[in-house]
Every structure is written in structure tokens, then in C-alpha cells.
């Protein structure tokens, strides 16, 4: 699902690595890609210029944060801009106060509308739901036999016409179908209607007539996403035509780019409710546009990571590793100390610094730091001399058996952080001269 895109979008990102803060043409050039992107993703033009327009003035008016870096500060945007694009909040079903609550399914034929009316009451079923599933499509040939099939596997009752009565009026079967669902008490009908391949008058009055005549709670347009931007005119063809409440995207695991999930709730102005993924009654559920957008972005981890790093890094901490990182004087013991204590604060090291680019340096330096090292590390540089935590070349043979027993630790522990030490103050020489991705407080900020 969307991995054209996502893989489009990650390269974007990669390439604003290494960026000390955001120029104009930085954001004009991003901009620039992301578009490529979405066009690419077969996104609507409309959609793509409000998108653009949105994120360019948000980078534009992004406050320099000390928390995170331009890389990160662009996901951030784009990440929030695709949830809103994808509908903001999620929207749950609408239920009657008087059951039984009417859902009625309207899409083209192939769709995938009778495979939704089974997953759909399967799912409501197992949300403790009585649904019962209509053949009102009485067009197409087997549509009947069909619906009972997903119904029995999906373990849902069918309504549907008596064999051998002719065609029948699906006006009339939707019509009865709410009486028989009111004496059986189920709570809800789930009406499936006729497609055509195309877009279709009679089809469209059909589904009017319907609607008219049981009076749904909730329309759906079931959309095949694969079929790209011809979702959005068969979305608008239907709105015009039948008019509907939300949209049930189908076949998504077949959708490697993306076009009509990006496009359909802002060209139709209709939420997004129901999100289909594959043949099996179980690959269905409620769409939610965050979700979908970290999926999109396929940076879920990184995204976990920039709200974590916000909040963890308290201003005045940030303020001062900042600091140490601008001024010309050498970093210290006592900064690499405050470095690793900041670090921890952020959690599992290991898979923390494992999402970072460019952090694999500094990841073999602290990923084995738990809690017991920090404290024995802590414990060997304060049994240090002032001079010595600022210039620890000075630490011979004998100071470092003197430290060794003044912090309840072995030679060999003081040998070790002093090593582990120069690397990382290596490491921070290299950034202040040029620089690396990262996290305040971290090589490569
Ligand atoms: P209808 O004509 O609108 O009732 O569409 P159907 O429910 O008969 O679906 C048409 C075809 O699409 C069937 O072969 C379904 O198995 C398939 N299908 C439906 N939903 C999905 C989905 O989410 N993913 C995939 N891969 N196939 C689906």
C-alpha cells in the first residue's frame, strides 16, 4: 500500500539531512520533490496545489526548534498536513435512535460493495451488532447468490427476494427488508445496490429511488482505490447523482500509490470511514487519517521519536547542550556525562538511536549504557579532578588507580570511558566543523 509514494517521500527527506537549518531554497526545493511525489501518487491537482501551498508555509513559519532538526521538522508538517488531507478526525458510523439503523452501499459494479456488506457486518457483528445483509442489486446476475455466500461466511443473515419471482424491485426488497430486520430484531441493515461498470443514469435513479424510499442513516460510495484518479470523478458523479455521507476505500492493498485516498475527501468534502485491504472478510476497519498518514510516510518510528524528543528535551537542557555544541571551547567530561544522562532520558537507546540517520557512531559508543553503567560512569568522573574531566589526557597510571578506587570501579572502567570518551569528543569535533543529522545534545544535531 502507497509504497511509490512512500518511497518517494523518504528520499526527499534524506536529502535535507545534514541541514543546519531550513533556507528558502531548501523549502522551495522540498517543496518542489514532494509535488513530483503526489503527482506521481496520482493525487488531484487541486489537491497537490493546496497541499504544496500549506506545507511551504508552514516550513516557512516554523519556529527554529531546538528539539528537532530540519529533516525532522519537515516530517513533522507533511506528516500533519497528509492527516489533514486524509480528513483530520476519524468518522464513526452514525447509529439511529430508533433501529434499525439503515446503511446503504453505493458504488460501480466490482467495487467491491458485496464484499464490504459482509465485512462490514462482520465487523459490526463483532462490536455486538444484529446487522442484516440486503440483495437489492437485482441487476447483475448472480449478485443474489453472491451476497449469500459472503453472508454465510461472514455468518450474517441475508435478505433477499424469493427465487423464481422474476426479476423483482430492489425499491421494494430494500423497502421490506427494514420491516423484516424491525419484527428480528436486527439493529442494523446493511442495503447492498446495483453498479454498472460506468457511470450510468438509470443505476443513479435506482439508487436515488432507494434511498428515497428507506431513507438511510448513512450513504456509502464504495470506491475502488486502485483506479486511481478516477475514483474522485465517479466520487463527484455519484455525489451529484445519489449523493452520500462517507466513502468505503476498497482494494488499498492493491494501491501502490495512493492517488484516490489523497484526493477523495477534499475534492468531495466527505470523510473517509471504511478502509478495505484484501480478499478476506478480516481485512477491513474504520479508516483513520492518522494511521494512514504515518503508513504514507512509512516513518511511524521516526514520528514516535520527534514527539518523544520534543518532549523529553526540556528547553533549558536543550539550551545549554546547544550551547556547548556552539562554543568554541572543547567538549568535556562533564558535557559528555550531561550527553549520555539526556540520552537515557529518551528510553530504549538501542532502537531510539536505530531510527536516527547518521547515527550508527554514536550508537555502538551508548547503546549498551543501562542504567547500572550510567551510574558507574557517573561515579568515575566525579572521582575526577576539575582539571582532569576538562583534559582527561593528563590521567596517568597511578591517577587512574586513584580513580578507580575512589569510585569503587577497575582500571580497566577507566580505561574504558576515558577511550569511549575521545571517540565521542572526536565525533564532536568532526560535527562542529561541518556537521550531521541528528538530535541537539547528540553528534550529528
Ligand atoms: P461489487 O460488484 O461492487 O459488489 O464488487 P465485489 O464485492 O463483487 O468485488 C469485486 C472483486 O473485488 C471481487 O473479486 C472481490 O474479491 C475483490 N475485492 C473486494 N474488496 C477487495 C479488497 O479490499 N482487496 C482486494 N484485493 N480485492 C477486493
Redesign the pocket.
Known amino acids: 500500500m502507497f509504497e511509490t509514494l512512500s518511497d518517494r517521500l523518504t528520499t526527499v527527506f534524506t536529502s535535507l539531512r545534514g541541514k543546519g537549518r531550513l533556507s528558502e531554497e531548501d523549502i522551495n526545493t522540498t517543496a518542489r520533490e514532494i509535488r513530483l511525489a503526489l503527482l506521481e501518487a496520482d493525487v488531484a491537482l487541486p489537491v497537490v496545489r493546496d497541499f504544496i501551498a500549506h506545507v511551504k508555509e508552514r516550513a516557512r513559519g516554523a519556529e527554529v526548534s531546538k528539539a528537532l532538526n530540519p529533516a525532522q521538522q519537515f516530517i513533522k508538517i507533511v506528516n500533519e498536513e497528509l492527516v489533514q488531507i486524509l480528513g483530520g478526525e476519524s468518522r464513526e458510523l452514525s447509529f439511529s435512535k430508533t433501529p434499525p439503523t439503515v446503511i446503504m452501499l453505493a458504488?460501480?459494479?466490482?467495487?467491491?460493495?458485496?464484499?464490504?456488506a459482509g465485512k462490514l457486518g462482520k465487523w459490526l457483528a463483532s462490536e455486538r451488532d444484529t446487522p442484516l445483509l440486503v440483495a437489492a442489486d437485482l441487476q447483475r446476475p448472480n449478485a443474489v447468490t453472491?451476497l449469500q455466500v459472503v453472508g454465510e461466511r461472514a455468518e450474517i443473515p441475508v435478505f433477499a427476494p424469493e427465487p423464481g419471482n422474476g426479476v423483482g424491485d430492489p425499491v421494494e426488497v430494500a423497502r421490506e427488508s427494514v420491516e423484516q430486520a424491525r419484527r428480528n430484531n436486527h439493529n442494523v441493515v446493511i442495503i447492498?445496490t446495483a453498479?454498472r461498470l460506468g457511470v450510468d443514469e438509470e443505476m443513479m435513479q435506482q439508487a436515488a429511488d432507494i434511498r428515497d424510499a428507506v431513507q438511510p442513516d448513512e450513504i456509502l460510495f464504495?470506491v475502488d482505490a486502485m483506479i486511481g484518479q478516477d475514483a474522485v470523478n465517479t466520487a463527484q458523479s455519484f455525489l451529484d447523482g445519489v449523493g452520500y455521507d462517507a466513502v468505503a476505500l476498497?482494494?488499498?492493498?492493491?494501491d501502490a500509490r495512493g492517488g484516490a485516498a489523497l484526493s477523495i475527501r477534499h475534492i468531495t468534502g466527505k470523510p473517509i470511514m471504511f478502509a478495505?485491504?484484501?480478499?478476506k472478510l478480516e481485512?477491513f476497519d474504520a479508516f483513520h487519517p492518522d494511521r494512514m498518514a504515518s503508513r504514507i510516510l512509512d516513518m511511524g518510528d521516526m514520528l514516535t521519536l520527534i514527539e518523544q524528543a520534543q518532549r523529553t528535551f526540556e528547553e533549558s537542557e536543550v539550551e545549554k547542550m546547544a550551547s556547548t555544541l556552539a562554543s568554541d571551547d572543547d567538549f568535556t567530561l562533564d558535557d559528555f556525562l550531561e550527553q549520555m544522562s539526556m540520552i537515557r532520558k529518551l528510553g530504549p537507546i538501542n532502537s531510539l538511536l536505530g531510527m536516527m540517520p547518521g547515527m550508527g557512531q554514536m550508537r555502538d559508543q551508548i547503546s549498551n549504557v543501562d542504567d547500572a553503567d550510567l551510574d558507574r560512569i557517573t561515579a568515575v568522573i566525579r572521582s575526577m579532578t576539575p582539571a582532569e574531566r576538562r583534559n582527561p589526557k593528563i590521567i596517568n597510571g597511578s591517577r587512574r588507580l586513584r580513580i578507580a578506587n575512589g569510585s569503587g570501579t577497575q582500571v580497566s572502567d577507566v580505561n574504558g570511558l576515558v577511550t569511549r570518551f575521545f571517540e565521542a569528543q572526536k565525533m564532536m569535533r568532526q560535527m562542529k566543523n561541518g556537521g550531521m543529522p541528528g538530535m541537539p545534545g547528540m553528534p550529528g544535531s
Request: cysteine-free.
Open positions: 458504488g460501480l459494479q466490482g467495487s467491491g460493495k458485496t464484499t464490504l453472491q447492498d453498479g464504495v476498497t482494494k488499498l492493498d492493491g478495505s485491504t484484501g480478499e481485512d
